[in-house]
């Protein structure tokens, strides 16, 4: 992968089990960041957040978000991050990591201020080249 910017802490939010082990080995494998941080829910990545907020250090680069979980879904997700204070709001870039291909959810997404990128699942080599080249 090319070197521009090491990226050093991604956090993967989705309650797919395997789509989390499937992200993280490709994101190890390609050393796209130096940790990953894997929540299973949108409100354990909210609290972690929360808990952190005045640790920089454990803050996420990036964070690849899931829309369709229970509970908390990518959109309440997203409606909470907005009510963070501006550092977490500006270091924590998210990206829409989705098996979903329902247009009005994309569209409604992509339209965030926060968000900064759609991926399709599964994660893939190219897909994090991609955010690498373009959004960092």
């Known amino acids: 992968m090319s070197d521009t910017k090491t990226i050093d802490l991604v956090m993967l939010v989705d309650d797919n089990e395997t789509d989390n082990f499937i992200s993280k080995r490709i994101i190890e494998i390609t050393k796209f960041a130096n940790r990953v941080e894997v929540k299973n829910s949108g409100k354990s990545a909210l609290d972690y957040l929360r808990d952190n ?6 803050l996420p680069n990036l964070i690849f978000l899931d829309i ?13 991050f907005e009510k963070f204070n501006n550092l977490i709001k500006d270091k924590c870039k998210v990206i ?16 965030n201020n926060h968000v900064i990128k759609f ?3 599964p994660l893939t080599e190219t897909a994090l080249e991609e955010v690498k080249v373009n959004n960092l």
């Open 53 to 58: 907020q005045e640790n920089t250090e454990e």
């Open 68 to 80: 369709n979980m229970p509970i908390v879904d990518g959109f309440v997700f997203l409606y909470e």
């Open 96 to 111: 829409i990591l989705s098996s979903s291909d329902n247009k009005r959810d994309i569209d409604k997404i992509v339209n």
């Open 119 to 121: 991926i399709t699942k």
